[in-house]
């Protein structure tokens, strides 16, 4: 059981991810006691990364520290919030650093891999959606320090004063920028949002570029070295 696990772990992680992304902008509706979910669910996510993605002791210990303290920051925020942004601050910089983090160690193990599972395909999967998180908290922080930085459709800024969905709607924005797609809602109006945008969309073509043809020479590999035994 503990082997199908680990042969699987990244597609827990997956689903872990999913999950979060969609209970997250459905718990900012939710009265103050049940909202408490999708903050749990949230953190479950920071501590399902924590799990599945590090394993050597110096990583987790790192990882560790700046995920404890993320939530800490997050907490302090909800209860602080009228008084206070520094929380939210704090959090965006710590789970910002934390998941970023979490990207290098899946691309280093994905270009130090010989052998190409279909775990480690679902793995850069979640580095990806792991990456636009990480510019999400990037450019959430940006909003509080410089919200002129932005041009936000005013059906999109009424809902910005809610915790929750500030955090997914940047992440929304992150997510439209790495995939080029972009949107309207919310656009960049000045520094330095301007720069962070066009570096994650370049950063977001590379991954793919780099990543699939990692991938893809990989399973290369392991075919010619079937036909020739």
Not at 81 to 110: M, N
Not at 199 to 218: H, K, S, T
């Amino acid at each position: 059981m503990t082997s199908v696990l680990a042969e699987r772990k990244y597609m827990a992680l997956l689903a872990l991810l999913v999950a979060a992304a969609g209970m997250e902008p459905l718990s900012a509706n939710w009265s103050e006691r049940t909202r408490i979910v999708g903050g749990v669910i949230v953190a479950a996510m920071y501590f399902g990364v924590l799990t599945v993605v590090f394993e050597r002791r110096w990583e987790r210990g790192l990882a560790f520290f700046l995920v404890t303290f993320a939530v800490i920051a997050s907490i302090f925020h909800e209860v602080l919030s009228v008084r206070s942004q520094l929380g939210a601050i704090a959090y965006h910089c710590l789970a910002g650093v934390f998941l970023a983090f979490a990207v290098a160690v899946i691309l280093k193990r994905i270009f130090q891999r010989r052998t190409i599972r279909t775990d480690d395909v679902i793995g850069a999967l979640c580095g990806y959606l792991l990456a636009a998180a990480a510019w999400g908290n990037v450019y959430a922080l940006v909003y509080l320090v410089w919200p002129a930085s932005y041009r936000i459709a005013e059906a999109t800024a009424a809902q910005l004063g809610n915790w929750q969905m500030q955090r997914f709607l940047f992440d929304y924005f992150s997510i439209m920028t790495l995939t080029t797609l972009g949107y309207d809602n919310i656009a960049a109006a000045g520094s330095p949002v301007y720069s962070l945008v066009w570096l994650e969309a370049v950063f977001g073509q590379f991954y793919i570029a780099v990543v699939v043809a990692q991938l893809v020479g990989l399973r290369l590999a392991e075919a010619l070295k079937r036909s020739g035994e």
